[in-house]
T-cell receptor, first 114, second 111 residues
Framework: DADVTQTPRNRITKTGKRIMLECSQT?????MYWYRQDPGLGLRLIYY???????NKGEISDGYSVSRQAQAKFSLSLESAIPNQTALYFC?????????????FGPGTRLTVL | GDSVTQMEGPVTLSEEAFLTINCTYT??????LFWYVQYPGEGLQLLLK?????DKGSNKGFEATYRKETTSFHLEKGSVQVSDSAVYFC??????????FGKGTRLSVIA
């Protein structure tokens, strides 16, 4: 079984709809992240959470919100989707402490907003 | 702030060619450095890492050496295969913050 899972894997929606992307992990990590990937722009950080009570904005948080329901779950919401939020979204996890903060990624959710 | 700059792609090579993907960084302190790889249709996965100057990370025939004097962490492979076709991301970690990623370099290897 995958350590970091994302649901749904693909989603097509219409402008103005509310969308939630979910991420779950069985790695026991305390840190979780949401990124979006667009062609030619690499990965951009949307939000991150270093523990259940900690939520931080990333580079491109406008138009998004998150919820850390438990250590293992971190959801990303688009309150009113717009076409330029069409992208590939990745969740990642890591464990605090240590030298490297190595991140482990989920398989991604491809979101299309029409 | 911290940043990573990597060569723009796409890079197209013939099988068995030598690969270099350049990566330079700007960071305060002494960061750890990484290369991640993203195969088609998948998420990113760690390819190799180095935590201090002069360390060499290696995996699957790929190597990168942490060069503090040139603030670089270039990725190399002596003989690429078609299966190495992917997007490669350089990244750094320099404190209690998320990883900082470069924009990625797409590699296509043709038989």
């Amino acid at each position: 079984d995958a350590d970091v899972t994302q649901t749904p894997r693909n989603r097509i929606t219409k402008t103005g709809k509310r969308i939630m992307l979910e991420c779950s992990q069985t790695k026991g990590h305390d840190r979780m992240y949401w990124y979006r990937q667009d062609p030619g722009l690499g990965l951009r950080l949307i939000y991150y959470s270093f523990d259940v009570k900690d939520i931080n904005k990333g580079e491109i948080s406008d138009g998004y919100s998150v919820s850390r329901q438990a250590q293992a779950k971190f959801s990303l919401s688009l309150e009113s989707a717009i076409p330029n939020q069409t992208a590939l979204y990745f969740c990642a996890t890591s464990v605090s402490g240590g030298r490297t903060n190595e991140q482990f990624f989920g398989p991604g959710t491809r979101l299309t907003v029409l | 702030g911290d940043s990573v700059t990597q060569m723009e792609g796409p890079v197209t090579l013939s099988e068995e060619a030598f690969l270099t993907i350049n990566c330079t960084y700007t960071a305060t302190g002494y960061p750890s450095l990484f290369w991640y790889v993203q195969y088609p249709g998948e998420g990113l996965q760690l390819l190799l890492k180095a935590t201090k100057a002069d360390d060499k990370g290696s995996n699957k025939g790929f190597e990168a050496t942490y060069r503090k004097e040139t603030t670089s962490f270039h990725l190399e492979k002596g003989s690429v295969q078609v299966s190495d076709s992917a997007v490669y991301f350089c990244a750094l970690y320099s404190g209690n913050t998320p990883l900082v990623f470069g924009k990625g370099t797409r590699l296509s290897v043709i038989a």
